[in-house]
């Protein structure tokens, strides 16, 4: 094991709604686990060789256990089955250290957190520390139907100690309220931060609400691809320092045809959210369809998501 992964134990798996469930996962032995900052996820290193990332949910500062939360997915893509049909309480699991591409902006006048479904797992630490902070906030949360809403009672109770407000939208009653993203961001001081973390179309439509804001108060964290992965194949793939060249066939992202063929290669999430699978591009194009790199990034054709992206042209030079 490195030094870079910890072995942790589940020690409670909880129902938090009809189709969530948390996990608590504490270290083994004598280790301890490092302290995180609100927004931060750990990646799960599960049977098979599958890598997946999970917000932390609890408190980060001295935390003796991490908690994550897993929803049922009736398609999944192996994270979510395996830990629904699988984990059992006293079962161990090696984790990475914790990292935060979603961090909380700790002196904003007023934050407002949009969460669509299991979206809300990175935002309950964010609201735990800005009740320790004494600052304000609101949360907007979204779900098919109450149900299905997560940590309910526990959001009610930190919106009842903070100068907190909490708004709950569901999707199965014809009469409730529905969100408003125009009047959330029309009414935002400009001094206001908002975040949002949820589905693909929750995700978009913040985007497009939050167009002439200052772009450092608008935050989100993605969990599923907006774009499709490039899987017409019919290129090529040079590995500059393995030698081969491989044929990516139709069907096939470069990262499959990379782990058929015995290549090792980092990677998590396979969606192009992560970031694990960035790869140095030596010569070609690649068809960018990630949601990682800017758009810098994207036009120097430096560095690609292999997991995702494909090629324009015949063959791609990659530093593997
Ligand atoms: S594996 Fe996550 S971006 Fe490729």
Same mark, same amino acid.
């Given at each position: 094991m490195t030094a870079d992964i @910890? %072995?942790?134990?589940? %020690?409670q798996i909880r129902l938090e709604s009809e189709a969530t469930a948390s996990f608590e996962l504490w270290p083994v032995g004598e280790q301890y686990l490092p302290s995180f900052t609100p927004g931060a996820h750990i990646d799960?290193? &599960?049977p098979g060789g599958l890598r997946r990332s999970y917000s932390l949910i609890n408190n980060g500062g001295e935390p003796r256990h991490y908690n994550i939360a897993v929803k049922k997915e009736l398609e999944s893509r192996g994270g979510s089955s395996w830990f629904h049909d699988n984990a059992r309480?006293?079962?161990? *699991?090696? @984790?990475? &250290?914790?990292?935060?591409?979603? !961090? *909380?902006i700790e002196n904003a006048s007023h934050t407002i957190l949009i969460a669509g479904g299991i979206g809300i797992t990175p935002i309950i630490s964010m609201i735990s520390r800005l009740i320790e902070l004494g600052s304000s906030w609101e949360l907007h949360y979204c779900a098919r139907s109450f149900a299905h809403? +997560?940590?309910?009672? !526990? &959001? %009610?109770?930190l919106a009842n100690c903070g100068k907190g407000a909490i708004h709950l939208y569901v999707d199965n009653l014809a009469d409730h309220k529905r969100l408003d993203l125009s009047a959330i961001f029309g009414s +935002? +001081?400009?001094? +206001?931060?908002?975040?949002? /973390?949820?589905p693909a179309g929750m995700l978009e439509a913040f985007i497009a609400a939050a167009k002439g804001r200052q772009p450092d108060t608008v935050h989100y964290e993605r969990f599923a691809a907006a774009n499709a992965a490039a899987t017409d194949g019919g290129f090529e793939v040079k590995l500059a320092r393995d030698g081969r060249t491989l044929s990516v066939p !139709?069907?096939?992202? @470069? &990262?499959?045809? *990379? *782990?058929d063929a015995g290549v090792d290669v980092p990677y998590a999430c396979s969606q192009g959210i992560c970031?694990? /699978?960035?790869?140095?591009?030596l010569d070609g194009i690649p068809d960018h369809r990630d949601e990682c790199l800017s758009d810098e990034q994207r036009e120097a054709n430096k560095s690609?998501? @292999? /997991? /995702?992206?494909?090629? %324009?042209?015949?063959?791609l030079t990659l530093d593997l």
């Open positions: @910890i %072995r942790t134990q589940i %020690r799960i290193h &599960l309480v006293g079962m161990t *699991l090696d @984790i990475s &250290l914790p990292s935060n591409d979603f !961090e *909380l809403m +997560a940590f309910r009672d !526990e &959001l %009610r109770s +935002a +001081a400009s001094t +206001a931060h908002l975040y949002c /973390c949820g !139709e069907g096939k992202s @470069i &990262l499959d045809t *990379l *782990l970031g694990s /699978c960035v790869t140095t591009v690609m998501m @292999i /997991c /995702c992206s494909g090629s %324009r042209s015949k063959t």
